[in-house]
């Protein structure tokens, strides 16, 4: 069974701080997605990373696939109140269409 | 592009009666779709993975009987919760894989809120 452990659970910061999740695995994963999750709603596909030691940015998200896919991290600069949600680290293993998910981090941007 | 609608977005329902929910991939067609259920302040839980023409494959402990899955189309799947209990209100999300997919990835639907009476 793969597992992915992704920290930290909770997470408040103020308006402009920078900030860095973290998603590990002893299993190495095909690809692995971001999603960002607003309370009520269905997660959001923010991206998805293949090569290991990939970086992927969206703005003043920057998404990191380590050298050996088995981790990976996401790192916001700046942080905006508009950034504030549950975000879930998913990786798929070779020949599965399933998704193993971290458990979530949850972020609060206070202004 | 990669939008999946579900439909109701909430339903509220009176103990042992059924409820239908439906997961629908807009702009693309999926071979596989995934049907979760989601805790409050928790990730996602997956519940069964659906195939287009084919039976689904449930997680352990989930009760096959109860919550029957049909995949008729590639553009269509839907739960049904049956003799619904106040133990199965949760938020039920949908996700789909696309057909022409590389990466696996999954486009998740907005959610139903399910509420048992």
């Known amino acids: 069974t793969q597992l992915l452990e992704q920290s930290p659970q909770f997470l408040s910061i103020q308006e402009g701080e920078n900030l860095t999740v973290y998603c590990n695995s002893s299993?190495?994963?095909?690809?692995l997605q971001w999603y960002r999750q607003e309370p009520g709603e269905g997660p959001v596909l923010l991206v998805t990373?293949?090569?290991?030691?990939e970086v992927k940015k969206l703005k003043r998200l920057t998404f990191q696939f380590g050298d050996a896919r088995k981790d990976s991290s996401l790192h916001i600069t700046a942080a905006q109140p508009g950034d504030t949600g549950l975000y879930l680290c998913?990786?798929?293993?070779?020949?599965?269409?399933?998704?193993?998910f971290g458990k979530g981090t949850k972020l609060s941007v206070i202004p | 592009g990669a939008v999946v609608s579900q439909h109701p977005s909430w339903v509220i329902c009176k103990s042992g009666t059924s409820v239908k929910i439906e997961c629908r991939s807009l702009d693309f067609q999926a071979t596989t779709m995934f049907w979760y259920r989601q805790f409050p302040k928790q990730s996602l839980m997956l519940m069964a993975t659906?195939?287009?023409?084919?039976?689904?494959?449930?997680e352990q402990g989930v009760e096959k009987d109860k919550f029957l899955i049909n995949h008729a189309s590639l553009t269509l799947s839907t739960l049904t919760v049956t003799s619904a209990h106040p133990e199965d209100s949760s938020f039920y999300i949908c996700s789909a894989s696309p057909t022409a997919g590389t990466y696996n990835e999954q486009f998740f639907g907005p959610g139903t809120r399910l509420t048992v009476l």
């Open positions: 990373v293949v090569t290991g030691g």
């Open positions: 659906s195939n287009e023409g084919s039976k689904a494959t449930y």
């Open positions: 998913a990786g798929a293993g070779a020949g599965s269409y399933q998704l193993t």
């Open positions: 299993s190495v994963f095909s690809s």
